[in-house]
């Protein structure tokens, strides 16, 4: 039974490949005549390892074209690090580069998410959201941040005492899983150090272009967009969609129950908690524009600076585009916040001499077990620890955007609907910004340093309207997280961590970066 279900399913991958590729040589063949080279830019050849390997492929590539590049596949792609086009991509000429190239098509509601939007309705949404990730906001959210990161720092002191290697990017994945299941699904999650939970297996299988083994789709999605589109749109083939169908029940029908608590309480005249998930159930009510601050109001205005007004700005979210905001919480903010913390423990080991001046820089700042957020902001050793890790390990490969028009910037025109691609990795590592790349130095972000440096050569969150909003949320976990753990545990390498004491860690890359094998890290006592 198992054996004909396998054949029968490699049977129509078998059929879906030949038809492409014939799809695609006919395409070639008779319609496709483009070529860079009279737009100003050097043709160079797309090969899948460039796909497969986002993070260092594209950088390769510009190692032998120079700063720009342009490809061609379906689409014309710009591949560039040239820091005067991205001005102009990411901030000067915004309104022809509101728009990302489109995603991989999916039936579940992340598509009324801020990543997957487009021009009047990302513009919409970004200003509603922006002002629930504000300052004030995040303070109330830290409260359930701090205490999920005393919980951390417990479970690792547990492995100190037992001497056991501690996985780390499962206890960060665990600590992040919890931050946003309390933060944006209503949910009182309480899994660190134990095993199999529900939400956090979820939030692995979520986005199924990032498993090891679903290459096949990836690369269906980035040669044949539009094939993948038909697959998913037309026949509704959840197979072919780039989100997991059961992951996606369980996070939309979780959100509908705690709506409805929620709903509920409000009706009995009951106090609310203020987190991100009642921020953007708050975006849904018609007064919510009357309840901003001023700050708020500032940022929200800030998000669509440059762009020409529109009066449906303050229109209230739809039940769908509030779905759409916490799932993306999922697809943007689990792998990419728990890499990021897991990669700090492993730096803080690597590094002992930076680990004991993140250490000292706690005592000295902070004065009891449970910091003010204040005080998390005075941290500024800290906050370059954390910078110089994104430097070397950015968790996203890649920022894109759409041309809208043909427009001409300096000798490269880059013609309408055309990608732009910008390798974030081969920016963070050019030593015409940061010298000796591969040396690991918190101090390359000290005030000094910085001040010399354009802000286009540090953009693991990008830049520009589309800035990660999530960027304010992460820098806290992380700080709150490092605040807790360093000041309970040391972190070592040793003959029995991974990798070795010595040795550097590889990665797989599709999109968002993965080392090939799971850090594991140990950890000794503070007193
Ligand atoms: C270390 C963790 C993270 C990294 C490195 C990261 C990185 C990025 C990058 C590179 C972008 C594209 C920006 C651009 O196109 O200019 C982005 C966008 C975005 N991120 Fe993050 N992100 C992280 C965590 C999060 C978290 C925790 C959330 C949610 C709470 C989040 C939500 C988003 C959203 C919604 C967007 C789209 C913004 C827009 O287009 O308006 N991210 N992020």
Redesign the pocket.
């Known amino acids: 039974m198992v054996e004909a279900e396998v054949q029968s399913n490699a049977f129509f991958y078998a059929t879906i490949a030949a038809v492409t590729v014939v799809a695609y040589v006919v395409y070639k063949r008779l319609v496709d005549n483009e070529n860079w080279e009279k737009y100003g830019v050097k043709h160079g050849n797309l090969s899948v390892t460039y796909i497969t390997r986002l993070r260092d492929g594209f950088g390769q590539l510009l190692k032998e074209h120079g700063d720009t590049v342009g490809l061609k596949n379906m689409q014309m792609m710009l591949v560039t690090k040239d820091l005067q086009i991205l001005r102009e991509v990411?901030v000067k000429d915004f309104s022809n580069f509101i728009d990302?190239p489109r995603g991989p098509a999916t039936l579940s509601h992340v598509e009324r998410?801020?990543?997957f939007l487009k021009g009047q309705d990302?513009r919409r949404v970004?200003h509603i959201v922006t002002p629930a990730?504000s300052t004030g906001k995040l303070k109330h959210i830290y409260k359930i941040i701090d205490e999920r990161a005393k919980k951390l720092a417990q479970v690792l002191e547990d492995f100190a005492r037992k001497d056991k290697l501690v996985p780390v990017k499962l206890n960060a994945g665990q600590f992040t899983g919890e931050v946003i299941a309390r933060s944006?699904f209503g949910l009182s999650s309480d899994c660190q150090g134990g095993e199999n939970d529900e939400f956090i297996h979820y939030c692995q299988k979520f986005f199924k272009l990032q498993s090891k083994n679903l290459n096949f789709l990836l690369i269906l999605f980035m040669v044949f967009p539009n094939v993948q589109k038909f697959l998913v749109k037309t026949f509704k083939w959840r197979i072919f969609d780039a989100f997991d169908e059961t992951a996606d029940n369980y996070f939309t029908s979780t959100l509908r129950k705690s709506i409805q608590v929620r709903q509920e309480a409000e009706g009995r005249g009951e106090k609310l908690p203020s987190d991100?998930l009642q921020n953007f159930i708050n975006a849904r009510k018609p007064e919510h524009k009357e309840e901003r601050t001023k700050e708020e109001e500032a940022e929200a205005k800030l998000a669509c600076s440059g762009l020409p007004s529109d009066t449906q700005l303050d229109k209230a979210m739809s039940e769908e585009e509030l779905l759409g905001?916490s799932l993306?919480?999922i697809f943007?903010?689990f792998e990419?916040?728990s890499?990021?913390l897991a990669t700090c423990f492993y730096t803080l080991a690597k590094y002992p001499e930076y680990q004991e001046k993140v250490y000292e820089e706690l005592k000295s700042v902070l004065n009891s077990d449970s910091p003010s957020y204040e005080e998390l902001a005075q941290l500024t050793y800290t906050e370059q620890f954390i910078n110089e890790t994104?430097r070397l390990y950015?968790?996203?490969s890649m920022?894109?955007?759409q041309a809208a028009e043909t427009k001409t910037y300096g000798s490269v025109t880059i013609p309408k609907g055309a990608a732009v691609l910008i390798p974030?990795f081969s920016i963070l590592t050019d030593p015409r910004y940061y010298p000796d790349p591969e040396r690991f130095d918190p101090d390359r972000f000290s005030e000094e340093n910085r001040a010399g440096r354009d802000p286009m050569t540090f953009?693991?969150?990008?830049?520009?309207?589309?800035?990660?909003?999530?960027?304010r949320?992460?820098y806290l976990?992380l700080k709150s997280a490092l605040a807790q753990t360093v000041r309970r545990v040391r972190f070592e390498l040793n003959d029995r961590t991974e990798p070795k004491l010595g040795s550097e860690p590889t990665f797989r890359d599709l999109g968002l970066l993965i080392p090939d094998k799971p850090f594991l890290v140990s950890v000794k006592p503070r007193n």
């Open positions: 990411f990302r998410s801020l990543i990302w970004r990730y944006a991100l905001q993306i919480i943007a903010g990419t916040a890499g990021v994104l950015p968790p996203s920022i894109s955007r974030i953009i693991p969150f990008g830049y520009g309207p589309h800035l990660c909003i999530g960027m949320l992460v976990q």
